[in-house]
């Protein structure tokens, strides 16, 4: 049975170890194209998360929105971290207003009983990853459908899964921005430089994760520009189900907060066994966001694009893309 232990005096080497451990374990968190754009600060009793814009995608992401939507992802791996060890954390998000890069500082205050479901997360981190394969496996069912969007309301934002008419609208949505953003020489010349080999090393994606021809996908892919390495079935997927992560609003405050839905989402499903291809390509073409938010009723804001679904079970673990060394991102003061 759990004991109440928060009257225990912390010690503060171990609190200092919590936060750096949390900060590495942030470091596994997914983030757009795998830019990693997330810079850790670990005073004596802070943690304090800033945007790296010396990371950051300005032809594809000039607002920033999916690089705060990753920061938010490794913010809630942090957190995961933390409850794992035990401890109770207090977080300030945007903490100051002359600092809008300054997105989160957490503290500990006092040691909680650790929760099963908590440490179940930590060991997730090490295990979630993308899965761009065609998702061949049974149909998702119901209830894991369920846990994936409480998952995701319980921290923060929405899920709305899509109508099977609706998946139509969004393929010729997606369509409609990878043709965009094939057209732009900016946009191509900034996806190579996080896709070919000329990537910053420790970042970037691999074409071990990068399909070796088209999947054929009821909703297409990203185009990356040139086939990687990673062995896809020429089978179709009509067994995926399309989510949009959306919120009320669209401030960086919502992104972040979105951010965070995502990787709870995400641990969640894969607990579950479903595999999770964020598509981002609708949110990041103006025009074709605008075509999304149709899809929500107009009423709200959509941040990402899901598709979800059972792996084909003949499918190995998906391939790990690299990252960062801890020194590049962590800095102790
Ligand atoms: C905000 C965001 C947008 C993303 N958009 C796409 C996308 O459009 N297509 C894609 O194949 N992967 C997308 N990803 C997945 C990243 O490429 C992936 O997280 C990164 O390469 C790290 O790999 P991992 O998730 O396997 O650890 C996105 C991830 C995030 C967080």
Same mark, same amino acid.
């Given at each position: ?5 928060? *009257? $225990? ?8 170890? /919590? ?15 795998? *830019? ?33 939507? *990753? ?32 997105? /989160? ?17 930590? #060991? ?26 409480? /998952?995701?309301? *319980? ?16 393929? &010729? ?7 965009? $953003?094939?057209? $732009? ?12 080999? &000329? ?16 999947? #054929? &996908?009821?909703?297409?892919? !990203?185009? @990356? ?13 009509? &067994?995926?189900? @399309? ?70 079970? /003949? ?7 690299? !990252? ?10």
């Amino acid at each position: 049975m759990a004991t109440d232990i928060s *009257s $225990e005096p912390v010690d503060t080497r171990e609190e200092a170890r /919590a936060l750096s451990d949390a900060a590495t374990a942030a470091g596994y968190a997914p983030s757009i194209l795998n *830019s990693q754009p997330w810079r850790w600060r670990v005073t004596g009793d802070e943690l304090n998360l800033h945007l790296d814009h010396s990371r950051g995608l300005e032809v594809t992401d000039p607002d920033s929105r999916l690089a705060i939507l *990753s920061c938010g992802a490794a913010l809630h791996h942090a957190l995961v971290s933390l409850a794992a060890a035990g401890w109770h954390t207090l977080v300030a998000r945007l903490p100051d207003a002359e600092n809008p890069d300054h997105l /989160a500082q957490l503290r500990v205050d006092h040691r909680i009983p650790v929760e099963p479901a908590a440490i179940r997360h930590r #060991q997730t981190i090490g295990l979630r990853h993308t899965d761009r394969r065609p998702a061949l496996g049974a149909p998702v069912d119901a209830e894991k459908l369920r846990a994936i969007v409480a /998952a995701v309301v *319980s921290a923060g934002a929405g899920l709305h899964l899509l109508r099977p008419d609706q998946v139509y609208d969004l393929a &010729t949505a997606v369509d409609h921005a990878q043709r965009t $953003e094939a057209g $732009e020489d900016a946009w191509q010349a900034e996806l190579r430089h996080w896709t070919g080999g &000329t990537r910053p090393l420790g970042s970037g994606i691999p074409d071990a994760a990068i399909p070796r021809r088209t999947p #054929q &996908t009821t909703v297409p892919g !990203r185009d @990356f520009g040139h086939h990687g390495d990673l062995v896809v079935s020429d089978a179709h997927d009509p &067994t995926a189900v @399309f989510a949009i992560l959306y919120g009320t609003q669209d401030t960086t405050l919502d992104w972040l907060l979105a951010g965070e839905a995502l990787s709870a989402g995400w641990l969640t499903a894969t607990e579950l066994g479903v595999a999770v291809l964020p598509l981002s390509s609708t949110v990041e073409v103006t025009a074709t966001r605008v075509l999304v938010r149709h899809l929500l009723a107009d009423l709200d804001h959509p941040y990402l694009v899901l598709r979800l679904g059972m792996p084909d079970p /003949a499918d190995g673990p998906a391939p790990r893309t690299p !990252r960062l060394p801890a020194g590049q991102i962590i800095e102790r003061i």
